[in-house]
């Protein structure tokens, strides 16, 4: 255990960063969803019948996910904008065929993160959905640049992203029945 600050104990000293993908699904094909009393995991989530969510698998170290929470001094408010990022390193149809279907409607967004003990889950935009902001589609100018596609997704929430067990998220990636 590494004591930070008195009363706080953290569980490990080292972790990594990293997404490893990112799940993705339309807003308006999710049928319910509900949070454990704490507000901080999901406790259930389904899809409407036929509806699942689809994966987005980059290579290493080419997708990011999180929150940046915000006070408003002035209004007395506060925010979670969240973001999620991937790169694909390739400029194939199948990848164009992916980008013009993100560039329309609100999506629930799961980052999985890269850790060595396993799936670790959060849920970006589970009440107000991610949209795509923007996509960079670039070819490069020297032969060692980057020749793909960089989806940028955007959202803002009023609690943290929460956590979301493999379990359910095996469930969402089945059709609903």
């Keep these: 255990m590494c004591e930070l600050l008195t009363n ?12 490893d993908e990112l ?32 994966r987005l698998t980059p290579d290493m170290e080419s997708a990011t996910a999180g929150s940046q929470p915000a006070h408003s001094r002035e209004n007395n408010s506060k925010m979670h904008p969240q973001t999620a990022m991937v790169v694909f390193k390739d400029d194939e149809d199948t990848t164009v065929d992916i980008c013009n279907l993100l560039l329309g409607g ?29 996509i960079e589609d670039v070819l490069g100018q020297m032969y060692e640049d980057l020749r793909g596609k960089t989806i940028n997704f955007v959202g803002k929430e009023l609690i943290w992203a929460p956590s979301i067990s493999s379990a359910l998220v095996d469930a969402i990636l089945i059709p609903a029945s």
């Design 23 to 54: 799940i993705v699904y339309n807003l308006e094909n999710r049928s319910t969803y509900t949070l454990e009393a704490d507000g901080l995991s999901i406790a259930t989530i389904t899809m409407a019948i036929g509806k699942k969510a689809f």
């Design 106 to 134: 609100y999506f629930g967004v799961i980052a999985k993160k890269s850790t060595p003990t396993g799936a670790v889950y959060r849920h970006y935009g589970l009440v107000n959905g991610m949209t795509v902001e923007s």
């Design 8 to 19: 706080y104990t953290r569980g490990n000293c080292a972790e990594n960063g990293g997404v």
